[in-house]
């Protein structure tokens, strides 16, 4: 089709001077270029604005893996709420959402008039599922947990016990119907508190196969409807109606394919949990993360659910309820390194492609893979990968592929604060510098910056269409990169560099700003050997973006939208449609930027 050009940059012919070249300049690095292809035309898919979710569970101090205990006390019953580094970054990504859940979550009770029990803690006992007693939520930790969740503008999504009333035979089965009894009053309490909670989840690692026992797709179905009818009744009378979210377990093809289709009057969200690099005690987890065949053994599944949801009847999205990468709690020095940066920031990518909506991290805090230190709450390198992706990375989803090394791992979205793009790219390569192309395959638009920042007051003015060699190597254009690498080259660090400098928090607890690099266009795009970067385009204006992406901020900014815009949400890929909106779009972007420079600051 006439409008479909590969478009190149050719941007490698000036000598290397940004930071990020600097770590590859030692003896023996090989330098090799590649080529990121993007389909510019529509997006393949679409997160949530908060696609990032990390999550807290239920474990004690007691809960011990391979003689290592990794919990402390960071499980919700005991997690210190007043901590100044766990406020600030949690709020750092106002906001970020929160699933509360686990193994021991189906051996929770709660509280309530109706818990005939002393509602005491988990205590350890070998013979139990899961290593422990059941344990119970009393209503005043309850509402500390919800005042911390307030102050810090969480989303949260709560795990309810799905084993509730049913009897566990010895092959492993739970049979019987969920008895919500326990749940419904909870749920009453907390829509009687005014407490937030955005979506309800209905039990834990029980599909499939299941992980201590397992409930059948049928009786999981039937449950589910009981969760949305007890739900829908309790907030008849509130605004904002929570998720109906499950199962939250593994997936398997035959039983999701019977739990979709059974529920598509009662589920929201379809969840799925992934430790896709096996048990925490394997010594070889750093080669599986830097290997891309393993990296990509993740794809069936997501491919295979999103297949699922596509052929049934289900409203239901998708979401990645849990995912610690390694089991059993992780690795020391590798699921809370640097390393554990290329697995995450792959898993992000990977599923925001097969149309993930949200991404829940096991875990905020707790075991050996959390966002946050266990016991100090310091953030590590993860926790800054994922305040990166939150801030740049906008809804859309563009198709992109890499062309040059198979050590290359690149996604590219519509830009969060821009019109623009943003570029993921992470190097797994221990001593391979990578010099990146940037190749189009649709119309596109690359934005004239004003000259000086003294004539801001000047027109935007726009270049449509086909831009060819070298014309693109355009000296005004500027992109911003954000390069991160580990402290002293050693990818176990649990300390990152973002172009050059630490991160890290100060003695107040306050989470560091995230600096881009300004560089210009005539630069190459240089990725160093064990690096990730992200870099952000705001000149590259795609059609993929200029409609869909905007859309937000015009019904902000105008209060309504253009005619030809009316039809939002899913969009299927129609040209005329987009080209016809790229007018209205442009105008309105040439009538908000006059007098003001659109991308001056994020
Ligand atoms: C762009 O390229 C990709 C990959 O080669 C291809 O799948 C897609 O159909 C192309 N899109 C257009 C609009 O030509
Ligand atoms: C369900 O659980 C409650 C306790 O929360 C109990 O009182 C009730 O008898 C149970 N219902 C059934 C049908 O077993
Ligand atoms: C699901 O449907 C979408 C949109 O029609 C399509 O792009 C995608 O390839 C389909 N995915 C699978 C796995 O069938
Ligand atoms: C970008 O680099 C080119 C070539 O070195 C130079 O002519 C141009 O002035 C630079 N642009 C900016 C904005 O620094």
């Given at each position: 089709m006439g409008l479909c050009f590969w478009v190149c940059f050719s941007l490698l012919s000036y000598s290397l001077h940004s930071v990020s070249s600097r770590a590859a300049a030692a003896e023996g690095d090989a330098t090799v270029e590649g080529t990121v292809y993007i389909d510019g035309k529509a997006p393949i898919g679409t997160i949530d604005d908060d696609f990032v979710c990390a999550t807290l569970d239920w474990w004690p101090p007691e809960k011990c893996d391979y003689g290592t205990c990794s919990w402390g006390l960071a499980g919700l019953l005991n997690l210190d709420l007043s901590n100044d580094i766990f406020l600030n970054a949690v709020k750092a990504f106002s906001p970020l959402k929160i699933r509360l859940g686990g193994s021991l979550q189906d051996k929770l009770t709660y509280g309530t008039d109706d818990n005939q029990d002393p509602c005491t803690p988990f205590v350890k006992s070998p013979y139990e599922m899961f290593g422990f007693t059941k344990g119970c939520l009393p209503l005043k930790r309850w509402d500390e947990l919800n005042a911390f969740f307030a102050k810090t503008g969480a989303k949260i999504i709560f795990g309810l016990n799905a084993?509730?009333?049913?009897?566990?035979?010895?092959?492993?089965?739970?049979?019987?119907?969920?008895?919500?009894?326990?749940?419904?009053?909870?749920?009453?309490?907390?829509?009687?508190?005014?407490?937030?909670?955005?979506?309800?989840?209905?039990?834990?690692?029980?599909?499939?196969?299941?992980?201590?026992?397992?409930?059948?797709?049928?009786?999981?179905?039937?449950?589910?409807?009981?969760?949305?009818?007890?739900?829908?009744?309790?907030?008849?009378?509130?605004?904002?109606?929570?998720?109906?979210?499950?199962?939250?377990?593994?997936?398997?093809?035959?039983?999701?394919?019977?739990?979709?289709?059974?529920?598509?009057?009662?589920?929201?969200?379809?969840?799925?949990?992934?430790?896709?690099?096996?048990?925490?005690?394997?010594?070889?987890?750093?080669?599986?993360?830097?290997?891309?065949?393993?990296?990509?053994?993740?794809?069936?599944?997501?491919?295979?659910?999103?297949?699922?949801?596509?052929?049934?009847?289900?409203?239901?999205?998708?979401?990645?309820?849990?995912?610690?990468?390694?089991?059993?709690?992780?690795?020391?020095?590798?699921?809370?390194?640097?390393?554990?940066?290329?697995?995450?920031?792959?898993?992000?990518?990977?599923?925001?492609?097969?149309?993930?909506?949200?991404?829940?991290?096991?875990?905020?805090?707790?075991?050996?893979?959390?966002?946050?230190?266990?016991?100090?709450?310091?953030?590590?390198?993860?926790?800054?990968?994922?305040?990166?992706?939150?801030?740049?990375?906008?809804?859309?989803?563009?198709?992109?592929?890499?062309?040059?090394?198979?050590?290359?791992?690149?996604?590219?979205?519509?830009?969060?604060?821009?019109?623009?793009?943003?570029?993921?790219?992470?190097?797994?390569?221990?001593?391979?510098?990578?010099?990146?192309?940037?190749?189009?395959?649709?119309?596109?638009?690359?934005?004239?910056?004003?000259?000086?920042?003294?004539?801001?007051?000047?027109?935007?003015?726009?270049?449509?269409?086909?831009?060819?060699?070298?014309?693109?190597?355009?000296?005004?254009?500027?992109?911003?990169?954000?390069?991160?690498?580990?402290?002293?080259?050693?990818?176990?660090?649990?300390?990152?560099?973002?172009?050059?400098?630490?991160?890290?928090?100060?003695?107040?607890?306050?989470?560091?700003?995230l600096e881009p690099l300004y560089v210009n266009s005539t630069e190459p795009i240089t990725v160093a050997p064990f690096s990730i970067v992200f870099i952000h385009l705001p000149d590259i204006i795609l059609p993929a973006c200029k409609v869909y992406q905007l859309l937000p901020t015009m019904i902000a900014k105008h209060g309504q939208l253009p005619v030809r815009l009316s039809g939002k949400g899913e969009i299927k890929d129609t040209s005329s449609t987009v080209s016809n909106s790229l007018d209205a779009s442009e105008k309105l972007i040439e009538s908000r930027t006059q007098g003001q420079s659109p991308f001056e600051k994020l």
């Open positions: 084993l509730a009333g049913r009897s566990v035979k010895s092959g492993g089965r739970a049979v019987g119907p969920w008895n919500y009894t326990n749940a419904e009053s909870f749920i009453r309490y907390t829509v009687g508190k005014n407490y937030n909670i955005y979506g309800w989840e209905l039990g834990n690692e029980l599909s499939g196969n299941g992980v201590g026992t397992r409930i059948t797709a049928n009786q999981y179905a039937a449950d589910t409807a009981a969760l949305k009818s007890i739900v829908k009744k309790i907030y008849k009378d509130v605004d904002f109606k929570p998720l109906v979210i499950a199962p939250g377990g593994f997936y398997d093809t035959k039983w999701f394919k019977e739990f979709i289709d059974k529920t598509a009057q009662s589920l929201n969200v379809v969840t799925h949990h992934i430790y896709n690099l096996g048990p925490g005690v394997d010594t070889h987890l750093v080669e599986k993360i830097l290997n891309p065949y393993v990296l990509d053994n993740t794809i069936r599944t997501f491919s295979g659910l999103q297949n699922i949801i596509n052929k049934s009847a289900t409203s239901a999205t998708a979401w990645v309820g849990e995912a610690g990468g390694a089991y059993n709690s992780g690795r020391n020095h590798v699921t809370n390194a640097f390393v554990f940066s290329f697995w995450y920031l792959d898993q992000l990518g990977m599923s925001a492609k097969y149309d993930t909506k949200t991404y829940c991290r096991q875990s905020l805090i707790g075991g050996n893979y959390g966002l946050l230190d266990t016991k100090t709450f310091v953030p590590n390198p993860d926790y800054y990968s994922a305040l990166l992706w939150h801030r740049l990375m906008g809804r859309n989803v563009l198709y992109t592929s890499f062309d040059g090394t198979r050590k290359m791992r690149s996604y590219t979205h519509c830009a969060k604060q821009s019109e623009g793009i943003v570029l993921l790219l992470i190097n797994l390569d221990k001593s391979t510098t990578v010099q990146v192309k940037l190749a189009f395959n649709s119309t596109m638009t690359l934005r004239h910056k004003p000259r000086s920042r003294a004539l801001h007051q000047q027109k935007v003015s726009y270049e449509k269409v086909i831009i060819q060699l070298p014309q693109m190597a355009d000296a005004e254009i500027r992109r911003e990169e954000y390069h991160l690498i580990a402290k002293d080259g050693n990818i176990q660090s649990q300390t990152v560099l973002l172009n050059g400098n630490i991160l890290s928090v100060d003695s107040s607890g306050i989470i560091p700003p």
